[in-house]
T-cell receptor, first 113, second 110 residues
Framework: DGGITQSPKYLFRKEGQNVTLSCEQNLNHDAMYWYRQDPGQGLRLIYYSQIVNDFQKGDIAEGYSVSREKKESFPLTVTSAQKNPTAFYLC????????????FGPGTRLTVT | QKEVEQDPGPLSVPEGAIVSLNCTYSNSAFQYFMWYRQYSRKGPELLMYTYSSGNKEDGRFTAQVDKSSKYISLFIRDSQPSDSATYLCAMIDTGNQFYFGTGTSLTVIP
């Protein structure tokens, strides 16, 4: 919440379709992250970006892609290659100086049938 | 073995009780220790962070870190129904990578 917006809150897609989740921030934070949250598994890092035009894979990047063309925006595409895409997706940011302060957006619940 | 272990609960307590939430970890390189609160279908919010062993208090919340035992705790005094949420512990290693626990679901019954 706060200065991070994720849209939409709920998203439904058919299997085989790519879908893009939006994450926008007005906190002027350099670092942005995408996590996936599943029951009983905690948060798992998909991708992260420390600066514009640069991003790194996290622990579960397969089947996902990202871009970071603007500091404010870090969209996540869930491709048809992702085997179990149904999950709660969280975007987060971190200010450069305070590494422990990770701010989360409200999340997008993606359901693929 | 996971880097961070957290009992998922669920934990159910009466209003006014003292709540103790715990995490253990295996990586001695962890340097920051955080607690997040997550309400249902919302993003987590940072409650407290600590850098070293010892206690840190903020209102009804106390965070405790014991690096020698690789054990962290969050205590909630005078628990309220509004404290009902999932509590996630998190840690950062020397490379600034985050590690999260699976979360403990807490319900405070009026």
């Amino acid at each position: 919440d706060g200065g991070i917006t994720q849209s939409p809150k709920y998203l439904f897609r058919k299997e085989g379709q790519n879908v893009t989740l939006s994450c926008e921030q007005n906190l002027n934070h350099d670092a942005m992250y995408w996590y996936r949250q599943d029951p009983g598994q905690g948060l798992r890092l998909i991708y992260y970006s420390q600066i514009v035009n640069d991003f790194q894979k996290g622990d579960i990047a397969e089947g996902y892609s990202v871009s970071r063309e603007k500091k404010e925006s870090f969209p996540l595409t869930v491709t048809s290659a992702q085997k179990n895409p149904t999950a709660f997706y969280l975007c987060a940011t971190t200010p450069g100086a305070s590494v422990y302060e990770q701010y989360f957006g409200p999340g997008t619940r993606l359901t693929v049938t | 073995q996971k880097e961070v272990e957290q009992d998922p609960g669920p934990l159910s307590v009466p209003e006014g009780a003292i709540v103790s939430l715990n995490c253990t970890y295996s990586n001695s390189a962890f340097q920051y220790f955080m607690w997040y609160r997550q309400y249902s279908r919302k993003g987590p919010e940072l409650l407290m962070y600590t850098y070293s062993s010892g206690n840190k208090e903020d209102g009804r919340f106390t965070a405790q870190v014991d690096k020698s035992s690789k054990y962290i705790s969050l205590f909630i005094r005078d628990s309220q129904p509004s404290d009902s949420a999932t509590y996630l512990c998190a840690m950062i290693d020397t490379g600034n990578q985050f590690y999260f626990g699976t979360g403990t679901s807490l319900t405070v019954i009026p």
